[in-house]
DNA sequence: CATCAACCCTGAGAGC
DNA sequence: TGCTCTCAGGGTTGAT
């Protein structure tokens, strides 16, 4: 489900705790259980289990659509994929016992102090990874859309390295991070760039858009606490704001033409024919 | 290198 | 009501 708004709301929801649960950092590892291996990327389980019991988590960080702990020792990262989430809750009851799993809990870190951590995942799609140096997953990742190191000049370099469609080029992980197939189309349109041109066509100043159009939508989808979608509700409310994306046949924002439903990359998207200039047919 | 189909899974909603 | 079909915010793998 997740893409880098609703991530990074998931990582500061952990990191900083509400008036419902507590931080995550801090919290000393005792137990950790396993409901469906294949959630555990690597190592093995057992080799999983073992290393992380008895380890404190030390901050919550985002890597693209990566979560990412820092421990006192190793790293425990995962990745929410489809239909995950992760949450903080209570792990006993007023009487001092075991709370239920829920349904399609996959994975629970039982804290030592009343707390755990929860991994839910409907479709048994996320991963969760246990390794001494973050670079063995972080490693092919592209820049960060909202880093400080990244730039409508790089952006447009980037560009013309490659000559592929530009909607799954924004959404290849190793070239930017974090984008999914919301954003990409939110951004696509907000920059007025339709989802099939060839990313070797764009030009600079289209890239400066392109890079504006990044920040734009990212950061208010950020403030709105990402998007919740029917029965993924996490309290996000950014669908309210959605340009395009899901609203087929209804009217664009700007102009009077309708938005239009594509497949591109197998995936679909949304975009208004009129503002987004179709590519020139080879 | 770029593109695409199949696959990993479950559940919701549409159509019959 | 119940059945079947399609679709879903992601990513990997193998073929073309």
Known sequence: MPELPEVETIARRLRNGSDDFAPVPGNVIQDVKVFWKKIVATPDVPTFKKALAGKEIKDVLRRGKFLHFPLDQGHLIAHLRMSGDMLMEKRLDEHGS?????????????????WRLVLNSVRKFSRVYYVTDPQAVFGNLGPEPLGHDFSADKLYKMLHEHSRQIK???????????????????????????????????????????????????????????????????????????????????????????????????????????????????
């Open 98 to 114: 075991a709370l239920k799993k829920k349904d399609h809990d996959q994975a629970i870190f039982d804290f030592k102090s009343p």
């Open 168 to 282: 799954p080029l924004l959404m290849d992980q190793s070239f930017v991070a974090g984008l999914g197939n919301i954003y990409a189309d939110e951004i696509l349109y907000e920059a007025r760039i339709h989802p099939l041109r060839k990313s070797d066509t764009i030009t600079q100043q289209e890239a400066q858009a392109l890079y504006n159009a990044m920040q734009k939508i990212l950061r208010k989808a950020i403030e709105k606490l990402g998007t919740s979608l029917d029965w993924m509700y996490r309290g996000g409310e950014y669908q309210n704001h959605f340009l395009v994306h899901q609203r087929e046949g209804e009217p664009c924002p700007d102009c009077s033409g309708k938005v239009q439903k594509i497949v591109v990359g197998q995936r679909s998207t949304y975009f208004c024919p009129n503002c987004q200039k179709a590519p020139k047919e080879p």
